[in-house]
């Protein structure tokens, strides 16, 4: 049982190492590259962020669940 949860804890990490990663790549790429490139206006950056914003809520989410995990396996 133990190694099972090791493996479900260890997926959960990279699940939310990637959401990070993705997250913030995609924002930058169309808030400093995509976005400018074919003249979006700035109502548009706005839209990206609160989409990134949510991104980063979600991640946050997983990371007070990894917590509750890791918290329960060392009992």
């Not at 990490?13 to 924002?27: E, F, K, N, P, Q």
Request: glycine share 10%.
């Amino acid at each position: 049982m133990s190694a099972d949860l090791d493996k479900a804890i260890a997926a959960k990490g990279r699940h939310i190492s990637l959401v990070i990663a993705g997250t913030m790549l995609a924002w930058l790429a169309l808030n400093l590259i995509i976005g400018p490139a074919i003249g979006l206006p700035g109502r548009y950056a706005l839209l990206f962020d609160f989409a990134a914003l949510a991104g980063m809520i979600y991640a946050g989410v997983n990371i007070i669940q990894l917590w509750r995990m890791r918290q329960a396996s060392k009992k």
